[in-house]
């Protein structure tokens, strides 16, 4: 891999781990935020992860998939 396919990675990946931490701040501290929209918020960080990473499911729900569902679990009580 040349060093600007590498530079373009690493920005992509910068640009998902922002994306989810913006996600999962706003999950945790808006407090009119609804179940629904929560829910919303996290499906619409799937699509755009999976549309950055296509081919990298598998790791979206090792990596990211457990801490949103802890989130929502803690936040809105699901069991």
Same mark, same amino acid.
Do not use: H, W
């Given at each position: 891999?040349?060093?600007? !396919?590498? !530079?373009?990675?690493a920005? %992509?990946i910068?640009? +998902?781990?922002?994306?989810i931490s913006?996600?999962?701040?706003?999950?945790?501290q808006? =407090?009119? +935020?609804?179940?629904?929209?929560?829910?919303?918020?996290?499906?619409?960080? %799937?699509?755009?992860? +999976?549309?950055?990473? =296509?081919? %990298?499911?598998?790791?979206y729900?090792? +990596?990211? %998939?457990?801490? /949103?569902?802890r /989130?929502?679990? !803690?936040?809105?009580? /699901?069991?």
């Amino acid at each position: 891999m040349e060093s600007a !396919e590498r !530079e373009q990675e690493a920005r %992509k990946i910068r640009r +998902l781990q922002v994306m989810i931490s913006m996600v999962m701040s706003v999950i945790s501290q808006d =407090p009119n +935020l609804t179940v629904e929209e929560a829910s919303e918020l996290v499906a619409g960080a %799937k699509r755009a992860a +999976l549309a950055m990473f =296509p081919d %990298k499911e598998f790791a979206y729900d090792i +990596l990211y %998939k457990p801490r /949103l569902q802890r /989130l929502m679990n !803690e936040r809105f009580r /699901l069991q």
